[in-house]
């Protein structure tokens, strides 16, 4: 019997490198949903294995999820469909807010397919402007100021009144800051890294003091499914994230000191909200679940400046 398995958002980063590690098993079916609004079919599997198939689909929509769920029926739900990216979701606040329909219409389809677990892509963002660092997922407050971080969090909230009230069972994956091959360049370290190759201007918002942690994406995933494979954090929150400090400034600086570029760092000014000045997590579940260190940045930024699909993806072969 196999494990039919729903991945909403599969053609954006972290969900597509998540499939590619399911359909390895031939214990796993894979139904990939994406409308594309933000994801692309480039990121779909290359391996024609007969373990997956894609459905473009608008999760916010309840009849067109509702017809796949009910006909597929599946064991195992990954909702990572989100509007996502700190402009777009600056430029575009309605557009995030509608996501609460579709986790409520993920939940909703869930508990009456008896789905055994939903997993769901949640943020560091809910943490908002962190008040202690490390962010402890179970001490520090959330403190949820833009649009987005508030969608995160009332899914947070959907998730645990969900399983209070139907039993079912749930995993919050808190993300901070995954990039890896298949990362656009809406995103940090993608878009700093693709302005190197091509020796253009790498531009930063304010003086690039904000701290971040940045997390390769095979850390991300195989924590994910050592979740889901081991049984582990059912009805529970993790932080998935690197914990080693790094501002915005000296990643730029990496990248250009790894890739051997010309380019010049420029500033713009900062953005006017939404642009947290730290970011930190407690990781130490993580770190348990994955039986492993991390994957350093330098090295990070070395697979993706060795990778053909991140060079393909932004106009170098």
């Known amino acids: 019997m196999k494990n039919r398995i729903l991945v909403t958002g599969g053609a954006g980063n972290v969900g597509s490198a998540l499939i590619e590690k399911l359909i390895t098993n031939p214990k796993n079916y894979v139904v990939i949903v994406d409308d594309l609004s933000t994801g692309f079919l480039s990121k779909l599997p290359k391996d024609d294995n007969g373990r997956w198939e894609f459905i473009k689909a608008d999760v916010n929509n309840f009849q067109e999820i509702s017809s796949i769920m009910m006909s597929h029926r599946f064991d195992y739900v990954f909702h990572f469909?989100?509007?996502?990216?700190?402009?777009?979701?600056?430029?575009?606040?309605?557009?995030?807010?509608?996501?609460?329909?579709?986790?409520?219409?993920?939940?909703?389809?869930?508990?009456?397919?008896?789905?055994?677990?939903?997993?769901?892509?949640?943020?560091?963002?809910?943490?908002?402007?962190?008040?202690?660092?490390?962010?402890?997922?179970?001490?520090?407050?959330?403190?949820?100021?833009?649009?987005?971080?508030?969608?995160?969090?009332?899914?947070?909230?959907?998730?645990?009144?969900?399983?209070?009230?139907?039993?079912?069972?749930?995993?919050?994956?808190?993300?901070?800051?995954?990039?890896?091959?298949?990362?656009?360049?809406?995103?940090?370290?993608?878009?700093?890294?693709?302005?190197?190759?091509?020796?253009q201007d790498i531009t930063i918002y304010g003086d690039g003091s904000q701290t971040r942690t940045f997390t390769y994406v095979d850390d991300t995933?195989?924590?994910?499914?050592?979740?889901?494979?081991?049984?582990?954090?059912?009805?529970?929150?993790?932080?998935?994230?690197?914990?080693?400090?790094?501002?915005?400034?000296?990643?730029?600086?990496?990248?250009?000191?790894?890739?051997?570029?010309?380019?010049?760092?420029v500033h713009l000014p900062p953005l006017k909200e939404g642009d947290m000045t730290r970011r930190q997590p407690d990781n130490a579940k993580m770190l348990n679940i994955l039986g492993r260190p991390l994957i350093s940045l330098e090295d990070g930024i070395k697979k993706m400046m060795s990778s053909k699909i991140f060079l393909s993806s932004i106009g170098l072969k």
Do not use: M, W
Request: with cysteine; net charge neutral.
């Open 221 to 265: 995933v195989d924590t994910c499914l050592n979740c889901f494979y081991d049984n582990k954090e059912i009805n529970d929150v993790i932080n998935i994230g690197n914990n080693e400090l790094c501002t915005v400034l000296e990643l730029a600086q990496l990248i250009i000191n790894i890739s051997g570029s010309s380019s010049k760092i």
């Open 81 to 199: 469909a989100a509007v996502v990216g700190v402009l777009r979701t600056q430029e575009y606040p309605l557009k995030v807010l509608k996501d609460i329909e579709g986790i409520k219409n993920i939940l909703d389809i869930s508990k009456n397919i008896s789905v055994k677990r939903v997993f769901y892509s949640s943020s560091s963002e809910v943490y908002g402007e962190p008040v202690v660092l490390p962010q402890h997922e179970h001490t520090t407050p959330l403190n949820s100021r833009v649009p987005y971080a508030v969608v995160k969090n009332v899914g947070e909230s959907f998730c645990k009144s969900y399983f209070q009230e139907y039993k079912l069972n749930y995993t919050i994956f808190r993300f901070f800051n995954t990039y890896g091959p298949n990362q656009s360049t809406d995103f940090v370290v993608a878009r700093f890294l693709a302005a190197a190759l091509k020796n």
